[in-house]
């Protein structure tokens, strides 16, 4: 593959206390499915697609995260930043502290619990809207992060709690972001973070607050291809078992 210019931002911080025993001592990203753990998964997904600059923010035991990205990566270009107050936030208050390496820049941001096929990738790459986020049709619940958005597919809510019948379905937890989203993006947070001290939620939040000023993602199907998001002891044991045999 080509490369590219753009950034992939990795959010790895948190300590996944819902999965334990499974995270008593291991980071969520480094839990193996098939024959690979998560993060390995996302790195050859990027790779494959022509990422080449990293930004992976850690925060539960990083030196373990650090240990496996040097050891099973050592030639690839991947910035750490640790997160030190990653028991009391969420992703949130990680992706703001990549600012000073991604500010203005194009970048596509994923959540590091995600087992997904890489074609997902490839097709965010090649859709026209520059600012777009990856959807899911199936059947929503709670505790998934739900989409509505208008006839074009423009995303009017993303949120846990927004309306069941009105989503059409759920963002799986990668983003591709414009330069000019990224500026938005990080000034909001800027005055969330610092001013309101909302750091401990979740950001679509921000995408959310990001809507009424004119910036919006588009919703980009891509139920045809493998995604699971991986919260829960039972959600690695499903997904062990449902783990398309090309992704294994």
């Not at 753990?37 to 650090?66: H, K, M, P, S, W």
């Not at 203005?104 to 997904?116: M, N, T, W």
Request: glycine share 4%.
């Amino acid at each position: 593959k080509n490369c590219i210019t753009m950034k992939a931002v990795i959010l790895a911080a948190g300590i996944a206390s819902r999965l334990r025993p499974l995270t008593d001592t291991t980071p969520k990203c480094l839990l193996k499915v098939g024959e690979r753990c998560l993060l390995q998964r996302a790195f050859d997904a990027l790779l494959q697609n022509g990422f080449r600059e990293f930004v992976i923010v850690t925060g539960y035991r990083q030196q373990q995260i650090v240990n496996f990205l040097e050891a099973h990566y050592p030639a690839l270009e991947v910035t750490f930043i640790y997160n030190e107050k990653y028991a009391s936030t969420n992703n949130i208050y990680s992706l703001w502290l990549t600012r000073p390496y991604v500010d203005k820049e194009d970048i596509l941001l994923l959540d590091s619990d995600i087992l997904f096929d890489p074609q997902i990738v490839a097709k965010l790459l090649g859709y026209g809207q520059a600012d777009a986020l990856a959807l899911n049709h199936h059947t929503l619940g709670e505790e998934e992060i739900k989409v509505i958005a208008d006839n074009d597919g423009k995303v009017l809510e993303i949120s846990k709690t927004c309306s069941i019948s009105r989503a059409i379905g759920e963002s799986i937890g990668i983003e591709k972001m414009s330069a000019a989203y990224t500026e938005a993006l990080f000034r909001e947070l800027e005055v969330m973070i610092t001013k309101e001290g909302l750091d401990n939620i979740f950001y679509e939040r921000a995408f959310e607050r990001l809507i009424p000023q004119g910036h919006s993602f588009y919703a980009l199907d891509t139920t045809e291809y493998f995604s699971v998001e991986l919260d829960t002891v039972n959600d690695f044991e499903q997904a062990q078992r449902l783990i398309p045999s090309q992704l294994y």
